[in-house]
């Protein structure tokens, strides 16, 4: 148990569907993340919260959108999605960002949302 | 040129033989460094986190950090078939920015 948890674990949509990606975590930190993971490539990066504010998008395309409600939870809403999305989308969260107060504490990560698009 | 490069591998040993893992870097504000090991089909998870130089040492696990060469290992001792995951090294600037940089992540396979 991480402290982190994504749901779901896997899922399979088509081009034209939308589905949300959920993050939770409960070790009471101020700053989430997400990345892509792909297959033989570093960890890339998507969105940075820090106490529910964006502070990062690193020209993730727009069929991506995040939404952080509290620092508890982060979501990742999908639409129109491409077959190059396919991957394993992690979240993450740290006591605060590396620029910030205990920002440089580790990084927890969930076990991901495997995504296949159809 | 990447702010971290590490060997993808695969990296395969017998078991009980001693692995090393390592990554270097380009910047020399990195001062703090992480392990995580990730088995397949799961995250990420935080093996060893270290500050500035030397060595920290954990049951079969040992980060050293070797700031005036840039270059940060994980030793793992008497490797067990458990041990088979991919490992990925990260850094922290301090005081800096949004984000962790990461390795691209080392293929280990601990043959019984």
């Known amino acids: 148990e991480t402290g982190v948890t994504q749901t779901p674990r896997h899922l399979v949509m088509g081009m034209t569907n939308k589905k949300s990606l959920k993050c939770e975590q409960h070790l009471g930190h101020n700053a989430m993340y997400w990345y892509k993971q792909s297959a033989k490539k570093p960890l890339e990066l998507m969105f940075v919260y820090s106490l529910e504010e964006r502070v990062e998008n690193n020209s993730v395309p727009s069929r991506f959108s995040p939404e952080c409600p509290n620092s508890s939870h982060l979501f990742l809403h999908l639409h129109t999605l491409q077959p190059e999305d396919s991957a394993l989308y992690l979240c993450?969260?740290?006591?605060?960002?590396?620029?910030?107060?205990?920002?440089?504490?580790?990084?927890?990560f969930g076990d991901g949302t495997r995504l296949s698009i159809l | 040129q990447k702010e971290v490069e590490q060997d993808p591998g695969p990296l395969s040993v017998p078991e009980g033989a001693i692995v090393s893992l390592n990554c270097t870097y380009s910047?020399?504000?990195?001062?703090?460094f992480m392990w995580y090991r990730q088995y397949s089909r799961k995250g990420p998870e935080l093996l060893m986190y270290t500050y500035s130089s030397g060595n920290k040492e954990d049951g079969r696990f040992t980060a050293q950090v070797d700031k005036s060469s840039k270059y940060i290992s994980l030793f793992i001792r008497d490797s067990q078939p458990s041990d088979s995951a991919t490992y990925l090294c990260?850094?922290?600037?301090?005081?800096?920015?949004?984000?962790?940089?990461f390795g691209t992540g080392t293929s280990l396979t601990v043959i019984p």
């Open positions: 990260a850094m922290i600037i301090p005081n800096t920015g949004n984000q962790f940089y």
């Open positions: 910047n020399s504000a990195f001062q703090y």
């Open positions: 993450a969260s740290s006591q605060d960002l590396p620029g910030r107060g205990w920002g440089n504490q580790p990084q927890h």
